[in-house]
């Protein structure tokens, strides 16, 4: 199986920054993607980022411009760097990991509050 740690949350004022970072660890031979997902109060979760394996990135329109994820293959982490953020963002966010033999995997979330 593949397990998901993820940290970096936090309260930040409107127009700040935070980085997200997604620690994965056991069979991470399998992951094929990676990405960033997030659920606000009252909300669906819904897709924030992914990367593949192979460097490919695909954002969500809102992120577009302002977040940027990425990955460290040494560490076996991914990131979500989120600038500009706004009240809008305010979520707990969620890493996951598609596995080519063990499917979906799920961290455990982290909170990111933006106030106005």
């Known amino acids: 199986q593949v397990q998901l740690v993820d940290s970096g949350g936090g309260l930040v004022q409107a127009g700040g920054s935070l980085r997200l970072s997604c620690a994965a660890s056991g069979r991470i031979f399998s992951i094929n993607a990676m990405g960033w997902y997030r659920q606000g109060p009252g909300k669906q979760r819904e897709l924030v980022a992914t990367?593949?394996?192979?460097?490919?990135?695909n954002y969500a329109d809102s992120v577009k411009g302002r977040f940027t994820i990425s990955r460290d293959n040494a560490k076996n982490t991914v990131y979500l760097q989120m600038n500009s953020l706004n009240p809008e963002d305010t979520a707990v966010y969620y890493c996951?990991?598609?596995?080519?033999?063990?499917?979906?995997?799920w961290g455990q979330g982290t909170q990111v509050t933006v106030s106005s």
């Open positions: 990367i593949t394996t192979g460097g490919s990135t």
């Open positions: 996951k990991a598609d596995s080519t033999y063990y499917g979906v995997s």
